[in-house]
C-alpha cells in the first residue's frame, strides 16, 4: 500500500527556472492539494483540485500551475521559480465519500531557489 | 477572518508529565476539526477528527476534545518518542470544498 508519494524529495533549483513537483497517490481520491509550509506561516494551500481536469486556486496560487489529467497525480509547476518559493511542499488528497473529510499528507518535497 | 490559533508555541515536558495542547478558533460554522503530528522532516499525519462541541477521541496516550471555540489535545504520561510538532486544522462550512486552515503547530519536547 503506497499511499501518497512525492518527488523528487529534495531538489536545489535556480531562480527563472521551471520546476515541476510530482504527487502520486495509489487510493483514488477525488480530491488533492498542494501545501506550502514555511517557518512562521504553517501550511498554507496553494492549489486543490476536486477530480481529474477540475482545480481551483488555494490561499497563495501565484506563480504556480497545476494540472489533473488523471485522478492519481497532481503535479505541480513553478513556471519561473523565485527565492520566495523556498520552502517544504507537500500533497494531501482525501476521499469526501467517506464519513470523514481527512486528508492524509504525502513525505514532502524540500525546494530551495538560489 | 476566520483563524486557527495554537498554544503554547512550544512545550517541554518530563517523561511522564501530563499536559495540554490548547487550539483555538474563529470560523463561523465549522465542519470538522483535526489533529495531525508531524515529525522533522516528514509530512503531517493523521490523528483524530472531530465533528461537534462535547466529542472526544483517545489514541494511546492522547485524547482530544472539542468545545465550541476550541480544542484540547490532552497527553497523559507522555514519553520521548511523542516529541513532534502537533498540527491543528479546520473546515468550515461556509468554506469550499473541504480546506484545511492550518495553526502554526505546537512543538512538543518530551525529556527522559
Known amino acids: 500500500d503506497a499511499g501518497i508519494t512525492q518527488s523528487p524529495r529534495y531538489k536545489i533549483t535556480e531562480t527563472g527556472r521551471q520546476v515541476t513537483l510530482m504527487c502520486h497517490q495509489t487510493?483514488?481520491?477525488?480530491?488533492m492539494f498542494w501545501y506550502r509550509q514555511d517557518l512562521g506561516h504553517g501550511l498554507r494551500l496553494i492549489y486543490y483540485?476536486?477530480?481529474?481536469?477540475?482545480?481551483d486556486k488555494g490561499e497563495v496560487p501565484d506563480g504556480y500551475v497545476v494540472s489533473r489529467s488523471k485522478t492519481e497525480n497532481f503535479p505541480l509547476t513553478l513556471e519561473s521559480a523565485t527565492r520566495s518559493q523556498t520552502s517544504v511542499y507537500f500533497c494531501?488528497?482525501?476521499?469526501?465519500?467517506?464519513?470523514?473529510?481527512?486528508?492524509?499528507f504525502g513525505p514532502g518535497t524540500r525546494l530551495t531557489v538560489l | 477572518e476566520d483563524q486557527v490559533t495554537q498554544s503554547p508555541e512550544a512545550l517541554r515536558l518530563q517523561e511522564g508529565e501530563s499536559s495540554s495542547l490548547n487550539c483555538s478558533y474563529t470560523?463561523?460554522?465549522?465542519?470538522?476539526l483535526f489533529w495531525y503530528r508531524q515529525d522533522p522532516g516528514k509530512g503531517p499525519e493523521f490523528l483524530f477528527t472531530?465533528?461537534?462541541a462535547g466529542e472526544e477521541k483517545e489514541k494511546e496516550r492522547l485524547k482530544a476534545t472539542l468545545t465550541k471555540k476550541e480544542s484540547f489535545l490532552h497527553i497523559t504520561a507522555p514519553k520521548p518518542e511523542d516529541s513532534a510538532t502537533y498540527l491543528c486544522?479546520?473546515?468550515?462550512?461556509?468554506?469550499?470544498?473541504?480546506?484545511?486552515?492550518f495553526g502554526k503547530g505546537t512543538l512538543l519536547t518530551v525529556n527522559p
Open positions: 486544522a479546520v473546515t468550515y462550512s461556509g468554506g469550499s470544498n473541504y480546506k484545511l486552515t
Open positions: 483540485s476536486a477530480a481529474a481536469d477540475i482545480t
Open positions: 487510493w483514488s481520491h477525488s480530491y
Open positions: 494531501a488528497s482525501s476521499d469526501p465519500t467517506t464519513t470523514t473529510d481527512t486528508q492524509y
Open positions: 470560523v463561523s460554522g465549522l465542519r470538522g
Open positions: 472531530l465533528y461537534s
